[in-house]
């Protein structure tokens, strides 16, 4: 039953037709598997017939050749009786075949049961004379009339003469009669079959002619119908309607289709108000909007897009997506997002994006937004940020050149003072000690001044790189008090290391700039001591494999307000204004250092009291490895070791000079540039080269370059002094292939460790 209460007609005739089909296939194999058997039958029936009287004719043969072995014997006098007794057996085996034959026929073939049953009668029969023939022929053969022809032809007449031999005709004429029986029967059936088969196909065709009526009336026409309603559906014509008046599933589906129509309809006319709602407020969009269909048609366009390029469709303003660009937009179903500017001169972001009408059409739908305002904000932020690197780039420069022109002289005034405090010849009075000892001091403070800004200029440039390695911090807390003990010696301040490690603790840190930070951290305890105070460098473990690093003294004090400011650059704290000189730079340096090391840097203070400033550092999980930085103390330099010193300043030459002077095993040549430097390598056995990195006209690339093309310095080490400090100044010397380098002013010791760690062993 449907939905609407009435039968399902076509259901059930469909299912009549197709079952009594099923039954007409079904009694077709049936038939044909009958015809088969019977085929089979008679095929098999036939073969008795056919047998018997291939058997038949061999026996006559048999008898003949029997008829012969006589003659030859009686005529002849050949003793024959061997193979007649083979002979006879032979035959016996034939009549033995006959009536097996004879006995399977009758038990398959049962409707001619009485007849087999007397043939088997006749071979019986036969079987009984030739058996008496067997033992008469032996005692002819034995008798008085043995070698006579007329004696044995009466002999031979009497057993198996004519009327043996009529009989056994007559046995091969039944046979035959029956194989034409057996095929008249075989013939009547096949008829009976072939008169079936014809009326099965003659029944199927009218099945058939009766089906393709029935889905022409029931479903062809009704279908079509319905085929041609939901393409005018697919092309937007939602007012067709299919006739409802059958009752099968064919108007159950035609009323289904109409309701389907009918909220299609409904939905289209909806969707038309939504349209028209969505056009309306795209209209008042602050932005320029449009669709445009394949053949460069505008369905629709808003207000602003109208005022700004007018609703001409020959309007410049539709090559913005016109062309070959609206199909590809439409086939690759992906948006574009692009910039254009307009006749006008004002610049647009287009976004164009493939869009579906709710008739189905293809539609590309375009949004432009005036962007000329951020894009010129755009071009003047390029612009200021091309001014702002040209002007760092310029700072860098300029930083650069004031190092080198403030380390050069500083190499002559430090370097020389260096060498008047070693010089104990003449004994110095107390004042010309304290006056060279003055000049060293500010030497040292102007460098320090110079290294500070250089270093805080790179740090806010981001052009200071770290290479952290495991470092000991034993090593770098000896080496810094090593270095100020003699300015705290001069301010009667106590300065000590107050805990040793047992094994000593690694950081993982930068070990120049942790040297820096730590010098840093203990200069300004000094300074700010009293004479008789005390400064104290500890380290201890920290929480979270931090280590840290403090230096306690028992200075002056700084004012809780004072915080905010102590690590920033160029803040002076007001309580030490008029007492102690200083640019307030180096503390944001070490902050800035040590926070770029994964670290943190901190203090705590009492007025009167002293402070107590710390820095926390990564612990390394490895040791040093064992092959240390530290100097070898096995090396030392070869009598008369050859070093050539490539210089153009004569003040640092005469430096230079001074302070190889006292070393007898030393022999100092110098040049004034590159060139001569060759020339001068030519005549000699050079164990060491020393060039200033910034020569004029060179750099120190190219120069080192130079060097290493000819044979007589190319495996000499090469050691460059360079008087620029920023960190782009020690990239590129040590880019360039040097085997060490040094800063300007020299720090003789210094100089002295790194020629010891250069030249081969001795």
Same mark, same amino acid.
């Given at each position: 039953?449907?939905?609407?209460?009435?039968?399902?007609?076509?259901?059930?005739?469909?299912?009549?037709?197709?079952?009594?089909?099923?039954?007409?296939?079904?009694?077709?194999?049936?038939?044909?598997?009958?015809?088969?058997?019977?085929?089979?039958?008679?095929?098999?029936?036939?073969?008795?017939?056919?047998?018997?009287?291939?058997?038949?004719?061999?026996?006559?043969?048999?008898?003949?050749?029997?008829?012969?072995?006589?003659?030859?014997?009686?005529?002849?006098?050949?003793?024959?009786?061997?193979?007649?007794?083979?002979?006879?057996?032979?035959?016996?085996?034939?009549?033995?075949?006959?009536?097996?034959?004879?006995?399977?026929?009758?038990?398959?073939?049962?409707?001619?049961?009485?007849?087999?049953?007397?043939?088997?009668?006749?071979?019986?029969?036969?079987?009984?004379?030739?058996?008496?023939?067997?033992?008469?022929?032996?005692?002819?053969?034995?008798?008085?009339?043995?070698?006579?022809?007329?004696?044995?032809?009466?002999?031979?007449?009497?057993?198996?003469?004519?009327?043996?031999?009529?009989?056994?005709?007559?046995?091969?004429?039944?046979?035959?009669?029956?194989?034409?029986?057996?095929?008249?029967?075989?013939?009547?059936?096949?008829?009976?079959?072939?008169?079936?088969?014809?009326?099965?196909?003659?029944?199927?065709?009218?099945?058939?002619?009766?089906?393709?009526?029935?889905?022409?009336?029931?479903?062809? @026409?009704? %279908? #079509?119908?319905? &085929?041609?309603?939901?393409?005018?559906?697919? $092309?937007? !014509?939602?007012? *067709?309607? =299919?006739?409802?008046?059958?009752?099968?599933?064919?108007?159950?589906?035609?009323?289904?289709?109409?309701?389907?129509?009918?909220?299609?309809?409904?939905?289209?006319?909806?969707?038309?108000?939504?349209?028209?709602?969505?056009?309306?407020?795209?209209?008042?969009?602050?932005?320029?909007?449009?669709?445009?269909?394949?053949?460069?048609?505008?369905?629709?366009?808003?207000?602003?897009?109208?005022?700004?390029?007018?609703?001409?469709?020959?309007?410049?303003?539709?090559?913005?997506?016109?062309?070959?660009?609206?199909? @590809?937009? %439409? #086939?690759?179903? &992906?948006?574009?997002?692009?910039?254009?500017? $307009?006749? !006008?001169?004002? *610049?647009? =972001?287009?976004?164009?994006?493939?869009?579906?009408?709710?008739?189905?059409?293809?539609?590309?739908?375009?949004?432009?937004?005036?962007?000329?305002?951020?894009?010129?904000?755009?071009?003047?932020?390029?612009?200021?940020?091309?001014?702002?690197?040209?002007?760092?780039?310029?700072?860098?420069?300029?930083?650069?050149?004031?190092?080198?022109?403030?380390?050069?002289?500083?190499?002559?005034?430090?370097?020389?003072?260096?060498?008047?405090?070693?010089?104990?010849?003449?004994?110095?009075?107390?004042?010309?000690?304290?006056?060279?000892?003055?000049?060293?001091?500010?030497?040292?403070?102007?460098?320090?001044?110079? !290294?500070?800004?250089?270093? =805080?200029?790179?740090?806010?440039?981001?052009?200071?790189?770290?290479?952290?390695?495991?470092?000991?911090?034993?090593?770098?807390?000896?080496?810094?008090?090593?270095?100020?003990?003699?300015?705290?010696?001069?301010?009667?301040?106590?300065?000590?290391?107050?805990?040793?490690?047992?094994?000593?603790?690694?950081?993982?840190?930068?070990?120049?700039?942790?040297?820096?930070?730590?010098?840093?951290?203990?200069?300004?305890?000094?300074?700010?001591?009293?004479?008789?105070?005390?400064?104290?460098?500890?380290?201890?473990?920290?929480?979270?494999?931090?280590?840290?690093?403090?230096?306690?003294?028992?200075?002056?004090?700084?004012?809780?307000?004072?915080?905010?400011?102590?690590?920033?650059?160029?803040?002076?704290?007001?309580?030490?204004?008029?007492?102690?000189?200083?640019?307030?730079?180096?503390?944001?340096?070490?902050?800035?250092?040590?926070?770029?090391?994964?670290?943190?840097?901190?203090?705590?203070?009492?007025?009167?009291?002293?402070?107590?400033?710390?820095?926390?550092?990564?612990?390394?999980?490895?040791?040093?490895?064992?092959?240390?930085?530290?100097?070898?103390?096995?090396?030392?330099?070869?009598?008369?070791?050859?070093?050539?010193?490539?210089?153009?300043?004569?003040?640092?030459?005469?430096?230079?000079?001074?302070?190889?002077?006292?070393?007898?095993?030393?022999?100092?040549?110098?040049?004034?540039?590159?060139?001569?430097?060759?020339?001068?390598?030519?005549?000699?056995?050079?164990?060491?080269?020393?060039?200033?990195?910034?020569?004029?006209?060179?750099?120190?690339?190219?120069?080192?370059?130079?060097?290493?093309?000819?044979?007589?310095?190319?495996?000499?080490?090469?050691?460059?002094?360079?008087?620029?400090?920023?960190?782009?100044?020690?990239?590129?010397?040590?880019?360039?292939?040097?085997?060490?380098?040094?800063?300007?002013?020299?720090?003789?010791?210094?100089?002295?460790?790194?020629?010891?760690?250069?030249?081969?062993?001795?």
């Amino acid at each position: 039953m449907n939905p609407t209460g009435h039968p399902l007609s076509l259901k059930k005739k469909l299912i009549a037709f197709f079952s009594f089909l099923f039954l007409l296939f079904v009694s077709a194999g049936i038939l044909g598997l009958y015809i088969l058997d019977q085929i089979e039958y008679y095929e098999k029936r036939l073969q008795y017939p056919q047998s018997k009287i291939y058997l038949i004719n061999q026996l006559t043969l048999a008898i003949h050749e029997v008829e012969h072995k006589l003659d030859e014997q009686i005529l002849d006098g050949k003793n024959a009786s061997a193979s007649l007794e083979a002979q006879h057996k032979k035959n016996l085996d034939l009549f033995e075949q006959l009536k097996t034959l004879s006995r399977e026929e009758m038990a398959f073939v049962r409707e001619t049961f009485l007849e087999e049953q007397a043939e088997l009668k006749t071979i019986e029969e036969l079987e009984a004379v030739y058996l008496e023939f067997q033992p008469k022929t032996q005692d002819f053969l034995a008798g008085p009339s043995a070698g006579s022809i007329n004696p044995y032809a009466n002999f031979f007449e009497e057993t198996l003469g004519r009327s043996y031999q009529k009989r056994i005709h007559q046995f091969l004429a039944d046979e035959l009669q029956e194989i034409e029986q057996t095929h008249l029967e075989l013939a009547s059936h096949l008829q009976f079959f072939r008169l079936l088969i014809v009326l099965s196909i003659g029944i199927a065709i009218l099945l058939l002619v009766f089906l393709y009526s029935l889905i022409q009336k029931e479903l062809a @026409k009704p %279908i #079509e119908a319905l &085929t041609t309603a939901a393409k005018k559906v697919g $092309a937007g !014509d939602f007012c *067709i309607r =299919l006739d409802e008046s059958s009752q099968n599933e064919i108007g159950f589906l035609s009323k289904t289709f109409n309701t389907m129509s009918r909220e299609l309809e409904a939905s289209h006319n909806a969707a038309l108000k939504e349209r028209q709602k969505l056009f309306s407020m795209l209209d008042k969009l602050p932005v320029c909007f449009h669709l445009q269909a394949k053949d460069h048609s505008v369905p629709f366009s808003n207000k602003m897009f109208r005022d700004r390029f007018g609703e001409s469709q020959k309007n410049p303003c539709y090559s913005l997506v016109h062309g070959s660009d609206t199909l @590809k937009i %439409i #086939e690759s179903k &992906t948006e574009q997002s692009s910039t254009w500017q $307009a006749m !006008d001169g004002r *610049i647009y =972001l287009v976004v164009c994006a493939p869009f579906t009408d709710v008739d189905g059409s293809e539609l590309v739908m375009e949004m432009a937004v005036d962007i000329t305002e951020r894009e010129n904000a755009k071009t003047e932020l390029v612009k200021a940020k091309k001014t702002a690197e040209q002007a760092n780039q310029a700072k860098s420069q300029f930083l650069a050149r004031m190092s080198h022109e403030f380390r050069t002289p500083l190499n002559s005034i430090l370097g020389f003072g260096q060498l008047l405090e070693m010089d104990d010849e003449p004994p110095k009075s107390e004042e010309q000690k304290e006056n060279l000892s003055r000049i060293l001091r500010a030497g040292e403070q102007l460098l320090e001044l110079v !290294d500070g800004i250089l270093d =805080l200029s790179a740090l806010d440039a981001g052009e200071i790189s770290l290479s952290p390695h495991t470092v000991n911090l034993s090593e770098i807390v000896d080496n810094a008090i090593s270095l100020l003990r003699p300015r705290a010696l001069e301010g009667e301040v106590t300065l000590q290391f107050d805990n040793y490690f047992e094994p000593p603790l690694f950081a993982h840190a930068d070990a120049s700039r942790l040297r820096q930070i730590l010098t840093t951290l203990i200069a300004n305890a000094v300074k700010f001591t009293r004479p008789g105070g005390k400064v104290c460098v500890g380290v201890e473990m920290r929480e979270g494999d931090f280590i840290r690093v403090g230096v306690r003294d028992t200075g002056i004090g700084i004012p809780e307000d004072n915080r905010k400011q102590m690590f920033k650059a160029f803040s002076r704290i007001s309580h030490f204004n008029d007492e102690i000189t200083g640019a307030g730079i180096n503390l944001a340096v070490a902050k800035q250092l040590i926070e770029m090391m994964g670290g943190r840097i901190d203090y705590e203070s009492v007025v009167g009291e002293g402070s107590y400033f710390y820095f926390d550092i990564p612990q390394s999980t490895q040791g040093l490895s064992a092959d240390s930085s530290q100097p070898d103390s096995g090396r030392q330099t070869e009598a008369k070791t050859k070093i050539l010193y490539i210089e153009n300043t004569p003040d640092s030459i005469e430096l230079m000079k001074q302070i190889f002077a006292e070393n007898p095993k030393i022999k100092l040549y110098t040049a004034g540039n590159v060139e001569e430097g060759i020339q001068a390598a030519q005549s000699l056995e050079l164990d060491l080269i020393l060039m200033d990195a910034n020569l004029p006209g060179e750099n120190g690339k190219t120069a080192f370059e130079q060097l290493q093309s000819v044979f007589k310095t190319r495996k000499v080490p090469i050691i460059a002094l360079t008087a620029g400090s920023m960190q782009t100044d020690i990239n590129q010397v040590a880019q360039s292939g040097f085997h060490s380098y040094i800063t300007k002013p020299i720090n003789i010791p210094e100089l002295k460790e790194l020629i010891s760690k250069t030249l081969p062993k001795t």
